[in-house]
């Protein structure tokens, strides 16, 4: 499986911004975590294969939009309101078994990640 992220760059405090995660092969549950310079990665959000079940971190509840388009083999996640603190570079990661998790270790693949740069 190859995951392909995209849609990273610099934006203001209070923007928005729209990654996507490209998946080849068969269906899988999709996960988003981050790492920011000095610190573990960190889950951000997590989707089902059929979209119906999302899961997000406390950080970002309420701000960050996890969804999908099967037909295209994609995963988005919408960032709205970004901070600073939001300032990462962002995987995603493809889990064969279609049950949301929190624990890296648990995902079977992962992209090369892009980075995200909230200016104050």
């Known amino acids: 499986v190859q995951l392909q992220a995209s849609g990273g760059g610099l934006v203001q405090a209070g923007g928005s911004l729209r990654l996507s995660c490209a998946a080849s092969g068969r269906r899988y549950m999709i996960g988003w975590f981050r790492q920011a310079p000095g610190k573990e990665r960190e889950f951000v959000g997590g989707?089902?294969?059929?979209?119906?079940?999302?899961n997000y971190a406390d950080s970002v509840k309420g701000r960050f939009i996890l969804s999908r388009d099967n037909a295209k083999n994609t995963v988005y996640l919408q960032m709205n309101s970004l901070k600073p603190e939001d300032t990462a570079v962002y995987y995603c990661a493809a889990k064969r078994l279609d049950v949301l998790t929190v624990t890296p270790d648990n995902y079977d693949y992962w992209g090369q990640g892009t980075q995200v740069t909230v200016s104050a």
């Open positions: 989707i089902s294969w059929s979209g119906s079940s999302t």
